[in-house]
C-alpha cells in the first residue's frame, strides 16, 4: 500500500513562490509515473506536471516556466517549485501515482494512489 502526504501549501500574493511536497510511503514499482494535480473551485481536477521514473518531464501550458516538477528517488519524495503564482494557480494540489505512462495519466487522470490534497491560494 503507498501512501502520500502533501505539504507546502499556503496563501501567497500574486508573484510569490511555493514549494510543495509529496511523501511517499510503500514500495512503488518503477514503471509508476507520479503527477501533481490541481483543482480550482467549481472546476474538475486537471493534471498540472508528471515525471516518470526515467525523468522525462511533462506539464500543461499554463504553468511552463513557472513551475518545475522534480523527485528525489532516495527519499521517494516528489516536489513541485511553482514561482510567479498567479490568481487562476489557486486550488488544491494532489499528488498522485499511477501504473500508466506520465502523459496519460495527466491526461486520464487515472492514478492507482492519490494524497489527501494541500491548499493553495494566490491573491492578487
Known amino acids: 500500500q503507498v501512501q502520500l502526504v502533501e505539504s507546502g501549501g499556503a496563501s501567497v500574493e500574486t508573484g510569490g513562490s511555493l514549494r510543495l511536497s509529496c511523501a511517499a510511503s510503500g514500495y512503488i514499482p518503477t514503471s509508476y509515473s507520479m503527477a501533481w494535480f490541481r483543482q480550482a473551485p467549481g472546476k474538475e481536477r486537471e493534471g498540472v506536471a508528471g515525471i516518470n521514473f526515467d525523468g522525462d518531464i511533462r506539464s500543461i501550458e499554463s504553468v511552463k516556466g513557472r513551475f518545475t516538477i522534480s523527485r528525489d528517488a532516495a527519499t521517494n519524495t516528489l516536489y513541485l517549485q511553482m514561482n510567479n503564482l498567479k490568481p487562476e494557480d489557486t486550488g488544491v494540489y494532489y499528488c498522485?501515482?499511477?501504473?500508466?505512462?506520465?502523459?496519460?495519466?495527466?491526461?486520464?487522470?487515472?492514478?492507482?494512489?492519490w494524497g489527501q490534497g494541500t491548499r493553495v491560494t494566490v491573491s492578487s
Open positions: 498522485a501515482v499511477g501504473y500508466r505512462p506520465m502523459a496519460e495519466l495527466l491526461r486520464t487522470r487515472d492514478a492507482r494512489y
